[in-house]
């Protein structure tokens, strides 16, 4: 089923029982992001957060491209209004882009990046910053800011160096290279690799596998690990009980102990011993 979230095809959100697809949709620009497609992921987003029958996301790209970062003509327009403005205009359009990014790290249901072409740029933070990234044997990344004489701005300088480590991560950030596949499973900068054939159908697939939890156990756990690293173990066990508190009432955990204990009274019945 296709959802409609905008008035523009830049972004394609589809659904398919409880994992949603949303493809970036501007395959004649190898998918790169702007203005428009930015507002349209923004509202694509919040519609997945916000609908209860989606439990995981998925997000790839049309044509042969995953996204080719932030779009040339988006860069030149930025270039072309006064020099007095641009300071001004550059961070307001930089608000914008890290809430779009904000939305897909924090969204409170498992994403998968289904890498299936060339990853640059801000491209390469979008499928960074998903939970877990698979990537065809055609996918490529990398961390093009520097050959514009720019600094990753879509969360890679976050993102890469928990992924890869710091002095890794500096490496790629730095030289700006093209990292193959293997390479990245190898560094742990995505976690599988599959055939271009089988990439979507793996990729909904592991999102099914992994929607099938508690929705409240799962946002509150995402979370939470979303934070671990800039928190101390006290902070995390304070959240994980408040946390817990929260699962405590959910329907999903009162649902189970009941259909756990029904079981444990019917097989005690089986075996004659009721009490």
């Known amino acids: 089923m296709t959802l409609s979230t905008s008035a523009s095809d830049a972004i394609l959100l589809q659904a398919d029982g409880p994992v949603a697809t949303l493809t970036l949709n501007r395959p004649a620009a190898r998918n790169a992001i702007d203005?428009?497609?930015?507002?349209?992921?923004?509202?694509?987003?919040?519609?997945?957060?916000?609908?209860d029958s989606i439990r995981a996301l998925v997000v790839t790209g049309a044509g042969k491209g995953f996204c080719a970062g932030g779009d040339v003509k988006s860069m030149q327009a930025r270039l072309a209004v006064p020099p007095g403005e641009v300071a001004l205009n550059g961070w307001r359009r930089q608000q914008r882009t890290h809430h779009a990014v904000s939305l897909l790290h924090a969204l409170p249901k498992p994403t998968i990046a289904a890498v299936n072409g060339a990853a640059t740029g801000l491209g390469c933070d979008v499928a960074l910053c998903c939970d877990f990234i698979i990537a065809s044997d055609a996918a490529r990344f990398a961390m093009t800011y520097i050959l514009r004489g720019l600094i990753p701005d879509g969360g890679g300088m976050y993102f890469l160096p928990r992924r890869v480590g710091l002095s890794r991560a500096k490496e790629l950030i730095f030289s700006g290279r093209t990292?193959?596949?293997?390479?990245?499973?190898?560094?742990?900068?995505?976690?599988?690799?599959?055939?271009?054939?089988?990439?979507?159908?793996?990729?909904?697939?592991?999102?099914?596998?992994?929607?099938?939890?508690?929705?409240?156990?799962?946002?509150?756990?995402?979370?939470?690990?979303?934070?671990?690293?800039?928190?101390?173990?006290?902070?995390v066990f304070s959240l994980g009980s408040q946390a817990q508190a929260i699962c405590y009432s959910s329907r999903e955990h009162q649902e189970s102990v009941a259909a756990f204990l029904d079981g444990v009274a019917q097989r005690r019945a089986a075996k004659g011993n009721p009490a």
């Open 35 to 51: 203005d428009e497609m930015r507002a349209d992921l923004m509202a694509a987003l919040d519609h997945v957060a916000r609908t």
């Open 179 to 235: 990292v193959e596949p293997e390479e990245a499973l190898r560094l742990g900068m995505i976690d599988r690799v599959t055939g271009a054939d089988t990439l979507l159908a793996d990729a909904r697939a592991w999102a099914k596998q992994l929607s099938k939890g508690s929705p409240a156990a799962l946002a509150l756990s995402k979370n939470i690990m979303d934070q671990t690293f800039e928190l101390t173990v006290e902070q």
